[in-house]
C-alpha cells in the first residue's frame, strides 16, 4: 500500500497515541518531583512522531531512513526512561500503566525496524528522485522480475508433474 501522507502510516498513528498517553501519564502528581525527567519523556515519546513524520515530508529514501533511524532510537529512550521509572518506589503504582507504554514503544521500534529494512533494500530513491524515466525502468524492471518468477513457477509446476508420473502407484 502507498501512502500520501505521514497521518496515514500505521507506525504514525501508533508513535502520536503514544505521544498523547506518555503526556497523560505524565501528568501525574508523581512527576512533581521530577520535572526533568517529565519533559524528557515528553519530548522524546513526541520526537518519534515527529521524525517520521520530518522524514516521510523530505522526498528521499535516505532522508527518511536517517529520521526513521532516529524516530527508532527516541522510542528506544522512551523504553529506557519507562523501565527505569518501573524500578522506583515512587511509581509502584504505575506499573501497568508503564508496562502498556512500554509494550507500546517495543511495538513502534518492531515497526520501524521493518519499515527501515524494507527501505534499505528498496532501489527507488524517493519521490524526488523519481522522474518519469526512473518510473519507466523500475516498471519495466519490475515487469521482468514478475515474468522471470512465473516462469519458475510452471517449470516448477512441471518438474512435479514429471515426477508424479515416475512414482508407481
Do not use: C
Not at 517520521?52 to 526512561?81: C, D, H, K, P, Q
Amino acid at each position: 500500500m502507498q501512502y500520501r501522507q505521514f497521518e496515514d502510516l500505521p507506525v504514525w498513528k501508533d508513535s502520536a497515541e503514544l505521544a498523547r498517553r506518555m503526556y497523560e501519564f505524565s501528568s501525574s502528581s508523581q512527576f512533581n518531583r521530577h520535572s526533568g525527567l517529565r519533559d524528557q519523556l515528553e519530548r522524546a515519546a513526541l520526537s518519534v512522531s515527529n521524525n517520521i513524520a520530518e522524514g516521510f515530508e523530505r522526498g528521499s529514501t535516505n532522508e527518511l531512513l536517517a529520521f526513521l533511524y532516529i524516530a527508532r532510537g527516541s522510542a528506544g529512550e522512551v523504553r529506557s526512561m519507562l523501565k527505569v521509572l518501573g524500578g522506583w518506589s515512587d511509581f509502584s503504582n504505575f506499573k501497568s500503566q508503564i508496562s502498556d507504554l512500554i509494550s507500546k514503544s517495543e511495538n513502534i521500534s518492531r515497526q520501524l525496524y521493518g519499515w527501515i529494512e524494507s527501505l534499505k533494500h528498496s532501489e527507488i530513491s524517493g519521490q524526488r528522485h523519481l522522474d518519469n524515466k526512473e518510473r519507466a525502468r523500475y516498471s519495466s524492471k519490475q515487469s521482468r522480475e514478475d515474468f522471470l518468477a512465473e516462469i519458475d513457477r510452471i517449470n516448477q509446476t512441471e518438474a512435479e508433474k514429471r515426477q508424479s508420473k515416475r512414482k508407481p502407484s
